[in-house]
């Protein structure tokens, strides 16, 4: 079976190389314009998810050190959110802190510079996991 996903928007942050945190990064959404009319009521949400295509992440691995911090077990790729993946997707729940015309601005995002951007959803919020693994507590 083959997949075909066309992006309807992308990631303008001038990040070229991954920060110690993503947490201080705003990213600018440049959604295409023929879909603008989409966007219409999403800023009543203080926070979305973004599902992006990890365009610089060209091989994967099923084995993993979360983060890439070796003195962290190694782990299988899909209970981390590694990057180097079988189908390179990302998804990240970001703080939207505006709206305007085809362009949201957000917090958190952690994407690269001119990542294309599959969709956007509302975030409904959601309690905290109540079970993490060790090595994920150590990382929060």
Do not use: C
Not at 76 to 103: D, H, I, Q
Not at 133 to 140: D, H, L
């Amino acid at each position: 079976m083959s997949i075909s996903l066309v992006p309807i928007g992308v990631v303008r942050n001038g990040v070229t190389e991954r920060p110690l945190s993503w947490k201080d990064i705003v990213s600018e959404i440049h959604v295409r314009k023929d879909l603008q009319e989409g966007l219409m009521d999403l800023e009543e949400f203080s926070h979305v998810l973004v599902v992006f295509y990890l365009h610089l992440s060209m091989s994967f691995r099923l084995k993993v050190h979360p983060r890439g911090d070796e003195s962290l077990p190694a782990v299988g790729v899909f209970g981390t959110r590694a990057p180097v993946r079988p189908n390179p997707l990302g998804v990240t729940v970001v703080e939207l802190l505006s709206l305007k015309e085809n362009v949201l601005t957000v917090k958190e995002l952690d994407a690269f510079d001119e990542t294309p951007v599959l969709d956007i959803k509302p975030h409904f919020a959601t309690p905290d996991p109540s079970r993490l693994p060790s090595w994920a507590e150590r990382t929060r």
